[in-house]
């Protein structure tokens, strides 16, 4: 079975500029969260899709949006991008139903950088 | 919202020895804790994990306690190896939604 898929992997953007990561979940989990990983600052939390509905969000500002298709492929993306953005953006998938089956399964991460 | 600290960030031990991370959470509605450990370039794996019934679990040369009260829980990793070096991160969520909240990591050496 195929793992989590993130593309893309690596990018580097000027302040002012915004950015689409993408994110593919193990087929069947319907279930598509994403964190931002910074140093010092461990996982934090933006926000989770359920069946395309935004479930969950954290708290980061509007400029970081997502969504979710029908095929449980996920989108995020970030406008206006600031230094502070420059982080890893880990897409996670997960069984979860109306129980949380508990594990998530990360992809490999997007590095942004922001100049 | 939960709010979740680690501790220590940073911390070595000789191979054989054994290791303890431990983490607060502060809202009591959680009752999922999970474990990751994320090796240097990798991405986070889960290693074990423990719901709020139960007060320890254990997989191997891994264990995971928990103290509802304290609203404390802490990894314990017995015999070390240098595989074990990474970096591990706690979390607190709650069962029945998806959100979950994360320590800010611990980077665990094992020196041979």
């Known amino acids: 079975k195929a793992g989590v898929t993130q593309t893309p992997r690596y990018l580097i953007k000027t302040r002012g500029q915004q950015v689409t990561l993408s994110c593919s979940p193990i087929s069947g989990h319907r279930s598509v969260s994403w964190y931002q990983q910074t140093p010092g600052q461990g996982l934090q939390f933006l926000f989770e899709?359920?069946?395309?509905?935004?479930?969950n969000k954290g708290n980061f500002p509007g400029r970081f949006s997502g969504r979710q298709f029908s095929n449980s492929r996920s989108e995020m993306n970030v406008s206006t991008l600031e230094l502070g953005d420059s982080a890893l953006y880990l897409c996670?998938?997960?069984?979860?139903?109306?129980?949380?089956?508990?594990?998530?399964?990360f992809g490999e991460g997007s590095r942004l950088t922001v100049l | 919202g939960e709010n979740v600290e680690q501790h220590p960030s940073t911390l070595s031990v000789q191979e054989g020895d054994s290791a303890v991370i431990k983490c607060t959470y502060s809202d009591s509605a959680s009752n999922y804790f999970p474990w990751y450990k994320q090796e240097l370039g990798k991405r986070p794996q889960l290693i074990i994990d423990?719901?709020?019934?139960?007060g320890e679990k254990k997989d191997q040369r891994i264990a995971v306690t928990l103290n509802k009260t304290a609203k404390h829980f802490s990894l314990h990793i017995t015999e070390t190896q240098p595989e074990d070096s990474a970096v591990y991160f706690c979390?607190?969520?709650?069962?029945?939604?998806?959100?979950?909240?994360f320590g800010t990591g611990t980077s665990l050496t094992v020196i041979p």
């Open positions: 899709y359920f069946s395309e509905t935004q479930r």
């Open positions: 423990i719901r709020s019934n139960v």
């Open positions: 996670a998938s997960s069984l979860f139903r109306a129980i949380n089956t508990g594990e998530l399964f």
């Open positions: 979390a607190a969520s709650i069962v029945t939604g998806n959100q979950f909240y």
